[in-house]
């Protein structure tokens, strides 16, 4: 994600997005952004599973893609 490129809102909503893309894919645990900063706190699980699920990890970056992100965060 190029923070630089968009305001803070901008940068809010487009992880707001990933999270809604990540939840209508079966990852219901995904949590919300943080209103202050826009960055994720995972549950120790699901931080696993994004690093080790080649099918979870493939939502994420599908996800990161369509939301404006790199696909690479938290990698």
Known sequence: MNSLAVGPADFLEEMR????????????????????????????????????????????HTCQAKSGGDGIQGG
């Not at 997005?17 to 826009?38: K, L, Q, W």
């Not at 549950?43 to 990890?57: E, H, I, V, Y």
């Open 17 to 60: 997005e990933e999270t809604r893309c990540m939840r209508e894919h079966g990852i219901t645990d995904y949590p919300d952004p943080s209103p202050a900063t826009g960055e994720f706190q995972y549950p120790d699980d699901l931080g696993k599973r994004l690093k080790q699920d080649p099918s979870t990890a493939a939502i994420w």
